[in-house]
């Protein structure tokens, strides 16, 4: 969430987001994995509920990336 002094704080505890490194490490959520875009893709897009990738613009920019990697 983004104050109305424009700082990053955590939604639960109300602290500021440092950007220096000093924030605990995150673990990801989710780790997905393919052989080709299109695996990947699916995953994203028609695998379990919730999907990560609710908006269209996001799901193109997604398969552009996933072409390049």
Do not use: F, M, W
């Amino acid at each position: 969430t983004i104050d109305d002094k424009g700082l990053a704080r955590d939604s639960e505890t109300g602290e500021v987001l440092r950007c220096d490194g000093g924030n605990a490490p995150r673990r990801p959520s989710a780790v997905y994995r393919g052989n080709t875009a299109k695996q990947l893709g699916i995953q994203l897009t028609e695998g379990e509920d919730p999907h990560p990738v609710s908006r269209l613009d996001h799901a193109l920019y997604l398969g552009r990336e996933l072409q390049k990697a």
